[in-house]
């Protein structure tokens, strides 16, 4: 069975720092990749995802991600934290076409003024 | 377009009580999760339905949980009776095939259940 880990449940940056997230997941099969954010009280919300194609993913609000096959990773970045981005980050993995979702733990992404 | 709605919000009961909760999908949507957080943790799958089959229902508690999606619109999720490890945020999603990643699940607000 596949699993995700998130190092790090909580994450602390000054505004205008590099935000990264890590993600490394485990599947025997090349998967499909997604980064989440719950801002609170608030459903998930798709940030970015991975399926085919380029290994550098581009998503909303100035994130992107890397897949790293060799590292089994996905982390997170963004060159310079916003205070709205403060909020829970989820890693999610997809081997079975939709019927294998599955989340990591999450992190809880602070920033500072 | 109007996104998934879940209700109600926030619910309270006690241990052995019985509560549902419902959610109503993005129009046109053939696929609905019910996930369950709880807190500190990631969401859990709970069942997923293609139209109004089961696709997965796994890893639901099936001597308590219970769920139905009889049109192939809306759902409702049963849990009978309730036990305090319950307590967590039932989320909701939809997503237009289901089919991976090439699809995206869109999901409503959670309804928050507490179990005294």
């Known amino acids: 069975a596949q699993s995700v880990t998130q190092l790090g449940s909580h994450v602390s940056v000054s505004e205008g720092a590099l935000v990264l997230l890590r993600c490394n997941y485990s599947?025997?099969?090349?998967?499909?990749l997604f980064w989440y954010v719950q801002y609170p009280n608030q459903g998930l919300q798709l940030l970015l995802k991975y399926t085919t194609g380029a290994t550098l993913v581009k998503g909303i609000n100035g994130f992107e991600a890397e897949f790293k096959k060799s590292e089994t990773s996905f982390h997170l970045t963004k060159p310079s934290a916003h205070m709205s981005d403060a909020a829970e980050y989820f890693c999610?993995?997809?081997?079975?076409?939709?019927?294998?979702?599955?989340f990591g733990p999450g992190t809880r992404l602070s920033v500072l003024p | 377009e109007a996104g998934v709605a879940q209700s109600p919000r926030y619910k309270i009961i006690e241990k052995r009580q019985s509560v549902a909760f419902w959610c109503n999908p993005i129009?046109?949507?053939?696929?609905l999760y019910w996930y369950q957080q709880i807190l500190g943790q990631g969401p859990k799958l709970l069942i997923q339905?293609?139209?109004?089959?089961?696709?997965?229902d796994s890893q639901l508690p099936k001597d308590r949980f219970s769920a139905e999606r009889l049109k192939g619109v809306d759902s409702t999720l049963k849990i009978q009776p309730a036990k305090l490890e319950d307590s967590a945020v039932y989320l909701c999603?939809?997503?237009?095939?289901?089919?991976?990643?090439?699809?995206?699940?869109?999901f409503g607000p959670g309804t928050r259940l507490t179990v005294l």
């Open positions: 129009s046109g949507h053939a696929t």
């Open positions: 999610a993995v997809d081997d079975n076409y939709g019927q294998n979702f599955v």
């Open positions: 599947s025997s099969v090349p998967p499909y």
């Open positions: 999603a939809s997503s237009l095939e289901g089919g991976g990643g090439t699809d995206t699940q869109y």
């Open positions: 339905f293609q139209n109004n089959g089961v696709v997965d």
